[in-house]
């Protein structure tokens, strides 16, 4: 089993539409837990992170962790064309583990 | 500056050069990282580098030689390598908290 499992995708979507990327972990002694973004040929950008169980939510973006369950997930509202991008969970004790990424795309 | 600067953003060599490639950050993060994506695949992670003394290598091949020469600056040597390594190589560094920054990443192509 992987420590880090994710939805595949694609997801393909409308524009306006409430998208809900979810990723599980194995590991207890994760600690925290981030989403990146990933456009094509670019690095992966740090969209959000915590440590706790429960949501934070930064403008259309909300990050979700349940801990009991161990399992993250990522609520984008209102989603935008540009908003199309893969999009990797990463967990981390004393590294970051990645989960193998979403691909998202956005349709007007 | 809020950003990790990679250089060069692509580089295409043979399989008998030897290349560096080129991390920089003036974050003063002391925590540096490289990985290798390949395509479609998530970042792997190859060096972990902590006030400037390498700290994990995740079993990667001596043809990779990771370098920290300062708190800013880490270099990748690369020696003889393979098609199959061509990929996108990434820096990152991370400070205080979490979460890790990344630079933009080098292309590399190996023919």
């Known amino acids: 089993q992987k420590e880090v499992e994710q939805d595949p995708g694609p997801l393909s979507v409308p524009e306006g539409a409430i998208v809900s990327l979810n990723c599980t972990y194995s590991?207890?002694?994760?600690?925290?837990f981030m989403w990146y973004r990933q456009y094509s040929r670019k690095g992966p950008e740090l969209l959000m992170y915590?440590?706790?169980?429960g949501n934070k939510e930064d403008g259309r973006f909300t990050a979700q962790v349940d801990k009991s369950s161990k399992y993250i997930s990522l609520f984008i509202r209102d989603s935008q064309p540009s908003d199309s991008a893969t999009y990797l969970c990463?967990?981390?004790?004393?590294?970051?583990?990645f989960g193998t990424g979403t691909r998202l795309q956005v349709f007007p | 500056d809020t950003e990790v600067t990679q250089t060069p953003k692509h580089l295409v060599m043979g399989m008998t050069n030897k290349k560096s490639l080129k991390c920089e950050q003036h974050?003063?993060?002391?925590?540096m990282y490289w990985y290798k994506q390949k395509a479609k695949k998530p970042p792997e992670l190859m060096f972990v580098?902590?006030?400037?003394?390498?700290?994990i290598n995740e079993s990667v091949p001596s043809r990779f030689s990771p370098e920290c020469p300062n708190s800013s600056l880490l270099n990748l040597h690369l020696h003889a390598l393979q098609p199959e390594d061509s990929a996108l190589y990434l820096c990152?560094?991370?400070?205080?908290?979490?979460?890790?920054?990344f630079g933009s990443g080098t292309r590399l192509t190996v023919v």
């Open positions: 990152a560094s991370r400070g205080a908290g979490y979460g890790y920054t």
């Open positions: 580098y902590s006030y400037e003394k390498l700290s």
């Open positions: 590991n207890s002694a994760f600690q925290y």
């Open positions: 990463a967990l981390t004790t004393d590294k970051l583990i």
């Open positions: 974050m003063g993060h002391r925590a």
């Open positions: 915590t440590y706790s169980s």
